[in-house]
């Protein structure tokens, strides 16, 4: 009878843990969403021309294809072109905004200078 036991143990484990995974993904993609949806409402802070300082999060392929940095203004998301290859991400940096995008939750800027 100890198999049945261990068998239908490891089971409802393993049902649990499924269930606690979907529950967690699912209230992570709706904060994900409720964040979009406040950043579509809100005024940029930042203005079209004005060069800001921030640090470097993260490097990603934007929808240009080349290598950007992204970095936040305030939780404003900037996605700056032409960064030296030596510089890194955990970096400061100035940008000049360029444009935004459609919804302005987000903005193009280009590199400055490391701050």
């Given at each position: 009878m100890e198999p049945l036991w261990l068998a239908a143990g490891g089971a409802a484990l393993a049902v649990g843990l499924a269930l606690a995974f979907?529950?967690?993904?699912?209230?992570?993609?709706?904060?994900?969403k409720r964040a979009h949806e406040a950043a579509q409402e809100r005024e940029p802070p930042v203005e079209l021309g004005e060069t800001y300082e921030f640090g470097i999060t993260e490097f990603s392929d934007h929808h240009s294809g080349d290598r950007v940095a992204v970095g936040k203004v305030e939780g404003f998301v900037l996605f700056t072109e032409d960064v030296p290859s030596s510089?890194?991400?955990?970096?400061?940096?100035?940008?000049?905004?360029l444009s935004f995008n459609r919804g302005h939750t987000s903005a193009d800027a280009r590199f400055v200078e490391r701050a």
């Open positions: 979907a529950i967690t993904r699912r209230s992570s993609s709706s904060a994900s510089v890194s991400a955990g970096d400061v940096i100035r940008a000049t905004v």
